[in-house]
């Protein structure tokens, strides 16, 4: 069965210090890629998505995430990450054929103190 | 405003009790989802809808039903045969054309708690 897995459930960082989410999936066909983000109390939202094209893609608040195909991978960074990053990030996998199905990772919750 | 609208945004039921939750969206999207958010399992499928009238299995959908009447209503019946219906329950839409790139939008959640 298809599966996304995020290696951390909780990672806690100071404030500027640099993040990196990992997230891999298992399914060996066309996917597209995602990065939500669920902030204390609000909806979820899309904080990138990776279709086709360029590996690196750019997402809002300085986030940006690269696409190893060969590594099955979709990892999210962060150069300086703040307080109001504090929040539940998860990745999901779309399976090309499949009507649009989510397969979404367990989450990482981010902790920044200041 | 266009966006999706969950009601309630808390539920307290009985146990042994159907529970209805409301999924509500104006942004012309054709497909609809029902996700259930357990803390440490991310967001598991339920049910999903790519058109008016027709509907899909997710992945958990035992003790769960839905209808698709209607191309912005989408709503979810937690039953009594759901054995852990204690939940944040999300919808989501999307232009939904498989094949296409698009993304799902969410609404903010309904969390159910079976007393």
Known sequence: AQSVSQHNHHVILSEAASLELGCNYSYGGTVNLFWYVQYPGQHLQLLLKYFSGDPLVKGIKGFEAEFIKSKFSFNLRKPSVQWSDTAEYFCAVRLYNQGGKLIFGQGTELSVKP | DGGITQSPKYLFRKEGQNVTLSCEQNLNHDAMYWYRQDPG???????????VNDFQKGDIAEGYSVSREKKESFPLTVTSAQKNPTAFYLCASSTGLAGVNNEQFFGPGTRLTVL
């Open chain 2, 41 to 51: 399992q991310g967001l598991r499928l339920i049910y999903y809808s790519q058109i």
